[in-house]
């Protein structure tokens, strides 16, 4: 079952501008992570942030942990074209290591 | 280092085939998921292997899915009976831990 779900599913900006994309989850958390999917084939790793942390840096890009909301945001600054692709949350439990992600952000970025 | 291996990259099989696909994790790394993902969808858990040892086999959708990692390295994931529902890309991911690190998928079609 899935655990995550980002919003909005699809997201449509231009060039220099900012992209935020939100994930909501429903049980406690080990740490939360984003990927980033191009043409439907392998994943990459963006950014992981711990549930003890509350923000985390890396690049353009911004990620924001509220446990007490049980959300997540990633934040894409100064969008390229070359940002286009979904992004995808997932969530690591404190119970066990397995890892379960949501149904993804489609990010559009016009040139 | 190489990356995770999948293979094959397509396969095409008749309804009611039996499939193996493989996955080759980078070296060292002791946990190895597998994951299955329909087009416009996130990836959908389907196993979790710590070492040899399944430590959550919750994802497989019935007794026609069965996966092995005997050594603690390679895995193969198994499909009896195919039926044209199990098309889609199944993706593998090996990590030592924190971030997952994907292969480029098998994609299974069934025909």
């Known amino acids: 079952s899935q655990q995550g779900e980002e919003d909005p599913q699809a997201l449509s900006i231009q060039e220099g501008e900012n992209a935020t994309m939100n994930c909501s989850y429903k049980t406690s958390i080990n740490n939360l992570q984003w990927y980033r999917q191009n043409s439907g084939r392998g994943l990459v790793h963006l950014i992981l942030?711990?549930?003890?942390?509350r923000e985390k840096h890396s690049g353009r890009l911004r990620v924001t942990l509220d446990t007490s909301k049980k959300s997540s945001s990633l934040l894409i600054t100064a969008s390229r074209a070359a940002d286009t692709a979904s992004y995808f949350c997932?969530?690591?439990?404190?119970?066990?290591?397995?890892?379960?992600f949501g149904a993804g952000t489609r990010l559009t970025v016009k040139p | 280092g190489a990356g995770v291996s999948q293979t094959p990259s397509n396969k095409v099989t008749e309804k009611g085939k039996y499939v193996e696909l493989r996955c080759d994790p980078i070296?060292?790394?002791?946990?190895l998921y597998w994951y299955r993902q329909s087009l416009g969808q996130g990836p959908e858990f389907l196993i979790y292997?710590?070492?040899?040892?399944?430590?959550?086999d919750s994802g497989l959708p019935n007794d026609r899915f069965f996966a092995v990692r005997p050594e603690g390295s390679v895995s193969t994931l198994k499909i009896q009976r195919t039926e044209r529902g199990d098309s889609a890309v199944y993706l593998c991911?090996?990590?030592?831990?924190?971030?997952?690190?994907f292969g480029n998928g098998t994609r299974l079609t069934v025909t």
């Open positions: 292997f710590q070492g040899t040892g399944a430590a959550d």
């Open positions: 991911a090996s990590s030592a831990g924190g971030a997952l690190h």
């Open positions: 997932a969530t690591v439990l404190f119970n066990n290591n397995d890892m379960r």
């Open positions: 942030i711990r549930s003890n942390e």
């Open positions: 070296s060292g790394h002791t946990a």
